[in-house]
């Protein structure tokens, strides 16, 4: 089956300029997440989606990053305007299903991540 | 707040060595932990997960190992491999409640040297 697709591979930005990142999960699953990798350090959670609707996006910053999933399929991350210190790698990932105080076997959570868009900001 | 804690930040090892990797978590309601696995510039991969209701988990060479009490897991590869070199990921999760939240460790850059 076709993976997580994202675009663009990579970016390079000038800070205070704006940047959008694309993500187009695993037909069938109704979970995506954005996260921000920097350099060095493990993935962080940014803003998740079920569907349509954001579950946590506790972690975004609000002031600069947005982030929606219109029609429950893609999504896009946007940041506007950018700082030096959004430099990272911006994982996207889908999970077929996200429990919520149901159970599912352990296939249902697994999260598989897209190949990530680089983004330097000068 | 939540956090994972791994060590070591980078291991190095003779093929056909045995590797161990560890993380403690700090949210005592985690009950599901799966390792990831990073190649240079590719995305992360899942390669074992394990569920707060099981101690143990086997793949052929990789284990994981979890104990609840002391909030802390394992991983264990055995028969250490060159293509095993990677930066591995271990991440907590409350399933049932926040939807599969992956709070994930700093990362291990192992090195297995032939």
């Not at chain 1, 506007?80 to 996207?92: F, G, H, M, N, W």
């Not at chain 2, 060595?17 to 240079?40: G, M």
Request: charged share 20%; hydrophobic share 30%; with cysteine.
């Amino acid at each position: 089956e076709a993976g997580v697709a994202q675009s663009p591979r990579y970016k390079i930005i000038e800070k205070r300029q704006s940047v959008a990142f694309w993500c187009n999960p695993i037909s069938g699953h109704a979970t995506l997440y954005w996260y921000q990798q920097i350099l060095g350090q493990g993935p962080k959670l940014l803003i998740q989606f079920q569907n349509n609707g954001v579950v946590d996006d506790s972690q975004l910053p609000k002031d600069r990053f947005s982030a929606e999933r219109l029609k429950g399929v893609d999504s896009t991350l946007k940041i506007q305007p950018a700082k030096l210190e959004d430099s990272a790698v911006y994982l996207c990932a889908s999970s077929l299903e996200a429990s919520y105080g149901r159970y599912f076997p352990s296939s249902y959570n697994e999260q598989f991540f897209g190949p990530g868009t680089r983004l330097t900001v000068l | 707040g939540e956090n994972v804690e791994q060590h070591p930040s980078t291991l190095s090892v003779q093929e056909g060595d045995s590797a161990v990797i560890k993380c403690t978590y700090s949210d005592s309601a985690s009950n599901y932990f799966p390792w990831y696995k990073q190649e240079l510039g590719k995305r992360p991969q899942l390669i074992i997960d394990i569920r707060s209701n099981v101690g143990e988990k086997k793949d052929q060479r990789i284990a994981v190992t979890l104990n609840k009490t002391a909030k802390h897991f394992s991983l264990h590869i055995t028969e250490t491999q060159p293509e095993d070199s990677a930066v591995y990921f271990c991440a907590a999760s409350r399933i049932y409640n926040q939807g599969g939240k992956l709070i994930f460790g700093q990362g291990t850059e192992l090195s297995v040297k032939p």
